[in-house]
């Protein structure tokens, strides 16, 4: 009968922590970083084609965006417009994930038991402490070496 109490209690204690956590946010967080990212990924790489091809005689002149997306789709076609996508879908979707999640626990947790809204530096610092959040899941988890650790 004792290990059912301690159960209960250690249920309720994870109840407590996690009220906050809707994971609806975490999955519009994701399924916005990926799309958006979907969606842009070409004017990146149209970005990174004029960096890289800035005064050098070896890589393609471009005469603007469109001559280079033209360019890119005559030469290698779809596959070419969306080269090196999937690190980019990665990590936008898992960081503006990460972000919304933290982001909207952050501001319930501060609602909780109050009847006014919160104030605009409210707003700021939820925005700042999920940032901050996010920002240390995302490189600590994912790029320890970085970080010596």
Not at 48 to 59: H, K, M, N, Q, T
């Given at each position: ?18 009220r ?14 990926v ?43 779809l ?71």
């Amino acid at each position: 009968m004792a290990g059912q109490g301690q159960s209960a209690s250690g249920s309720s204690a994870w109840n407590t922590v996690f009220r906050h956590v809707r994971y609806e946010n975490l999955v519009a967080g994701v399924s916005g970083g990926v799309l958006s990212n979907l969606a842009l990924h070409p004017l990146d790489l149209v970005k990174i084609r004029f960096a890289v091809s800035d005064g050098l005689e070896l890589r393609p002149k471009y005469k603007g965006i469109l001559h280079c997306l033209t360019t890119i789709w005559k030469l290698d076609g779809l596959r070419g417009l969306y080269q090196g996508v999937t690190p980019n879908v990665w990590g936008a979707g898992l960081s503006w994930g990460l972000y919304f999640f933290f982001y909207n626990a952050i501001k319930s947790y501060k609602t909780e038991g109050r009847a006014e809204r919160l104030e605009a530096t409210e707003y700021l610092v939820s925005a700042a402490e999920a940032g901050i959040c996010s920002w240390a899941v995302w490189n600590v988890t994912w790029c320890p070496s970085v970080y010596g650790i």
